[in-house]
């Protein structure tokens, strides 16, 4: 299956007849809503009903936890960064389309307001899209389809166990497999009962029986609940439950433990142990013995993300440590924000360099955090500016990484909050705006953010900014056809970064200077100056800059009419661009790519300018606006249109959508993978004997089902969609339903369905 959903490592217990009744109302409802109390057990039962109808989704189920997101703002950027498909500035129903997939948002409470209309939205322009949510409370938007998840039930059926009780002893087996608790006990009904029948509530008290036997625990639980009547008032019941067990539960942990548990709850999503140590103020071999308690206790999690532990709480115990936090809540959130900012800068400083893809994973593993340190530090003017510094140092993330659109809303935001303090933009800031507008094909507010740049640098005495905003705005003059413009700015930028030691600027600032000399006539020169900087970026052991140096290379090649040494150049470009996350490398590569194929593979051509298309409608501007690569373009289209008819032109566009969609390595493999053969041809089958009218007793009950569906007319992707199951299996039933009958053709099964009936 498809997706992101995780693997369960432990056992999912009860709730058949709510995953039932959950896959009915998602055959009437496109988007349903799971509510209930916080600990009732709605994210697993979501992912239970999610796996369960994982097959019928081609493009599979895809996962998107919305606890760590703090700002509205960036609501659609988080659905994003999980959906497959490059990011690009576009709208998000264009990433999604009309592909087959299952959303599941999990946690909204916090955005109920926000993200009701972002899914009614989707769910008008994506008709092969589903949603599944869960939430505190409904939505509150047309179409939404609301089931209230109620707590496991506490008594038994017979001989059965209840679900509460079963989910208890599951979890208490899973801690001593040789337990002699009777779980079939009043004492444990009990249990269940003053628990309320939350699985969060029953999982903690699990833990207690390590130490404590159930009568004891009973005991311990009753003195808790003494104590509701101190806590808020406007909480409903299930939350007064859920608080006491969570008092009780902080009352087993020392002053220490419960100290470190409510400073945890200033972390969005997960943190590595260096940062829970720095935030929390407590030194390595106290802090490692805590954190280790606290994850024995079950309020941390214990993450394995390859060789790196990760820690990360519950929504409510979080919520409930902030609730319980003694210490300045604002010192805690700055220490937090000074701790990421410096992680984002100190990744901007080893960027350039062998690291770069290990960097840029590490910076999105953590980009929960670090959104949330921007959104502390831009709110406080003390901070505004430094948050102003961390956004330009973050480039390599937004521009390198493939996260434009991210990138240009916190230009946007820290633009706002600095004219909202009345203080001056950083020189770095400006540069790295005015590259996102640039690359945007914003050209207008690009050469005012680089200009303004360029006057605060002088000003400062600061030539390593000045020479960024240089170089960039001879980039903009080279757009513009304003050539001695362009080669001084671009002269004086080089010198600038070399005299300051900059190795990366000299590199980057000589391979944008070749791609325009390599358009206007001067490939020789832009050769030369690609040479240079690839010499640098194998010193330095660099792949991003490195790969734009073989781009321009095979762009040289082109347009001086060697057609296989620019293809080939442009296959080793695609081979470092595979390695990264740049999606504009890939689009840019593969447009070369098929500019040079164009005369000896035109339907390969075809899919490929296809493919980029879509990239270019969902970044605003083809080949950033720049006339003399779109020329090249429209030239190889030109030919196309001459060397395909019609039939094969459409067939490639539609491939190439469909590699479009699927993101910028799909098109780089689609640009340089053999194409799939076509399936053979299966020589017709001698006709088997007719069945009998009583044909239907052979068949499963889905099968039956389908049957039925069939005789209706129905195709196999309509019974699909009607049933809430993968094409293929209803492919797969299709074929057993004719070979079980010795039938050749649909028609068939349609006539048995009618004698039999």
């Given amino acids: 299956m498809r997706g992101n959903l995780p693997a369960d490592i432990t056992t999912f217990v009860g709730r058949g007849a709510e995953v039932r009744e959950i896959r009915r109302l998602m055959r009437q409802s496109r988007m349903v809503t799971l509510i209930g109390v916080g600990g009732v057990g709605k994210t697993r039962l979501a992912r239970a009903v999610a796996a369960d109808l994982g097959r019928a989704f081609d493009a599979g189920v895809w996962l998107v936890d919305l606890t760590p997101l703090t700002s509205p703002d960036l609501l659609e950027s988080a659905i994003r960064d999980v959906l497959p498909a490059a990011p690009g500035t576009g709208a998000l129903w264009e990433q999604i389309g009309r592909r087959g997939l299952l959303l599941e948002l999990d946690n ?80 444990v009904t009990e249990l269940c009962s003053r628990l309320d029948g939350l699985p969060l509530a029953i999982e903690l008290a699990a833990l207690r029986t390590r130490a404590l036997s159930i009568t004891e625990i009973l005991d311990g639980l009753q003195a808790r609940f003494d104590l509701l009547d101190g806590g808020p008032r406007d909480l409903p019941p299930h939350h007064q439950s859920l608080r006491a067990l969570l008092e009780w539960s902080w009352d087993q942990c020392s002053p220490a433990e419960q100290r470190l548990w409510s400073r945890l709850a200033v972390f969005s999503g997960s943190a590595p142990l260096d940062a829970v140590l720095a935030v929390a103020d407590l030194d390595r071999r106290k802090g490692i013995r805590l954190v280790e308690s606290l994850v024995r206790r079950s309020v941390l999690q214990h993450l394995q993300a ?58 999105k593993t953590e980009i929960a955090n670090i959104r949330t340190a921007l ?6 003017r003390r901070h505004c500016e430094q948050a102003a510094r961390t956004v330009a140092a973050l480039w390599f993330y937004w521009l390198g990484c493939g996260d434009i659109d991210e990138g240009t809303l916190w230009c946007d935001k820290t633009a706002a909050a600095l004219g909202r303090f009345g203080l001056p933009a950083p020189s770095p800031f400006l540069w790295v ?40 705005l001879g980039a903009l003059h080279g757009f513009a056809g304003d050539y001695a413009a362009f080669g001084s700015c671009y002269q004086e930028a080089i010198g600038s970064a070399r005299a300051v030691g900059d190795h990366l600027a000299t590199a980057m600032f000589l391979v944008h200077q070749a791609e325009i000399r390599s358009l206007i006539g001067e490939p020789e020169i832009a050769l030369r100056l690609c040479a240079r900087s690839a010499e640098i970026c194998q010193a330095h052991g660099d792949r991003w800059c490195l790969c734009y140096t073989l781009w321009v290379r095979a762009l040289c090649h082109h347009v001086t009419g060697q057609a296989a040494a620019a293809l080939e150049r442009a296959l080793a470009a695609a081979k470092l661009a595979m ?108 006709e088997k004997p007719k069945p009998d009218n009583g044909f239907l007793e052979l068949l499963s009950a889905r099968e039956r089902e389908v049957a039925v569906l069939v005789s209706e007319g129905k195709t196999n992707q309509q019974i699909a969609h009607e049933l809430i199951i993968g094409r293929r299996t209803i492919d797969t039933h299709v074929s057993n339903i004719l070979a079980k009958c010795g039938l050749r053709r649909r028609a068939e099964i349609a006539a048995l369905v009618s004698s039999s009936s």
């Fill in 579 to 686: 390695t990264l996350d740049d999606h504009l490398a890939a689009v840019l590569v593969s447009e070369v790519a098929a500019w040079s194929m164009v005369e000896d593979d035109a339907k390969r051509s075809a899919v490929l300018l296809a493919a980029t298309a879509r990239y270019w409608t969902m970044s605003g501007k083809v080949l950033l606006g720049f006339d003399r690569l779109i020329g090249h373009r429209e030239a190889a289209l030109a030919v196309l249109a001459e060397k395909l008819a019609p039939a094969q032109a459409e067939e490639a566009a539609a491939a190439g959508r469909a590699l479009g969609d699927s993101g910028a390595r799909a098109i780089l493999a689609g640009a340089f993978d053999e194409l799939a053969p076509a399936p053979p041809v299966v020589p017709g089958e001698p």
């Fill in 306 to 363: 390859g060789d790196a532990s990760r820690y990360r709480m519950l929504d409510t115990v979080r919520e409930f440590g902030a609730l319980m936090l003694q210490d300045a809540t604002e010192e805690l959130r700055l220490r937090h924000a000074a701790y990421y900012l410096a992680l984002a800068d100190e990744a901007s400083t080893a960027w350039f360099g062998p690291r770069e893809q290990s960097i840029g994973a590490r910076v």
């Fill in 433 to 472: 705006r005015g590259w996102l507008q640039l690359v945007a094909g914003d050209t207008g507010t690009a050469r005012r953010s680089l200009t303004g740049c360029l006057e605060a640098a002088k000003r400062e005495g600061d030539t390593r900014n000045a020479a960024y905003a240089q170089a960039f």
């Fill in 108 to 187: 909204c409470d916090h955005l109920a307001s926000e993200v009701g209309p972002v899914i009614t939205e989707l769910l008008l322009r994506c008709p092969g899209m589903r949603a599944l949510i869960t939430s505190r409370s409904s939505l509150g938007v047309s179409g939404e389809q609301v089931y209230e998840v109620a707590p496991l039930g506490v008594r038994a059926t017979g001989a059965e166990l209840s679900e509460a009780a079963t989910l208890f002893r599951d979890r208490v087996r899973a801690l001593d497999s040789t337990t002699t608790v009777d779980f079939a006990a009043p004492e």
């Fill in 375 to 380: 959104d502390t530090a831009l709110a406080d």
